[in-house]
């Protein structure tokens, strides 16, 4: 198991429910991403936040809202889904430092079923 | 055109032997390489980052990279049934402001 832990690793809602996944990084890191994994599709960044402040927002819908109360910890808010967003959302996270890239560190996922 | 490309298989192979996984990129800004190995109902996990041009060797995993050609591999010796999983390549910039690009992944079996 990586530093990276993820909540509830499988979810089964409707379209009118509201839910939140949890991610909590044990790394120390001072970024945090969302990502979505469709099969067979590129992983899709959906959000970064960099100590704790949003720096990216890849026009994800506003049924996904992100919280990040602090570095280690990040929500994803989920409200009147649709099924095409069924998928696996994985959590990363990296130790941003200038002159080096971010080697990302994922948790294990959250399996998203949308009825 | 994709700014990463990554065939993605499925790839199978029996065990023992040498397998090679490649991508393709388009932007010649990147400059850090990496390989990403997932299995299933798991997270992608860092296998090798390499950084600039050439060669990068990890046990029976070596990574190597061509930036004229913007051309990425990874070859695993004496495959393993254990090395069974869907492989993903990713490129970063130069700054840590950049994003990761990751491509599709290609899923790789190794036959017993």
């Known amino acids: 198991e990586t530093g990276v832990t993820q909540t509830p690793r499988h979810l089964v809602m409707g379209m009118t429910n509201k839910k939140s996944l949890k991610c909590e990084q044990h790394?120390?890191?001072?970024?945090m991403y969302w990502y979505k994994q469709s099969a067979k599709k590129p992983l899709e960044l959906m959000f970064v936040?960099?100590?704790?402040?949003?720096?990216e927002n890849n026009s994800v819908p506003s049924r996904f809202s992100p919280e990040c109360p602090n570095s280690s910890h990040l929500f994803l808010h989920l409200h009147t889904l649709q099924p095409e967003d069924s998928a696996l959302y994985l959590c990363?996270?990296?130790?941003?430092?200038?002159?080096?890239?971010?080697?990302?560190?994922f948790g294990p996922g959250t399996r998203l079923t949308v009825l | 055109q994709k700014e990463v490309e990554q065939d993605p298989g499925p790839l199978s192979v029996p065990e023992g032997a040498i397998v090679s996984l490649n991508c393709t990129y388009s932007?010649?800004?990147?400059?850090?390489f990496m390989w990403y190995r997932q299995y299933s109902r798991k997270g992608p996990e860092l296998l090798m980052y390499t950084y600039s041009s050439g060669n990068k060797e990890d046990g029976r995993f070596t990574a190597q990279v061509d930036k004229s050609s913007k051309y990425i591999s990874l070859f695993i010796r004496d495959s393993q049934p254990s090395d069974s999983a869907t492989y993903l390549c990713a490129i970063g910039g130069y700054s840590s402001a950049s994003k990761i690009i990751f491509g599709s992944g290609t899923r790789l079996s190794i036959r017993p």
């Open positions: 990363a996270s990296s130790q941003l430092r200038d002159g080096s890239t971010d080697t990302q560190y």
């Open positions: 932007n010649s800004a990147f400059q850090y």
């Open positions: 790394l120390g890191h001072n970024a």
């Open positions: 936040y960099n100590f704790k402040e949003q720096t």
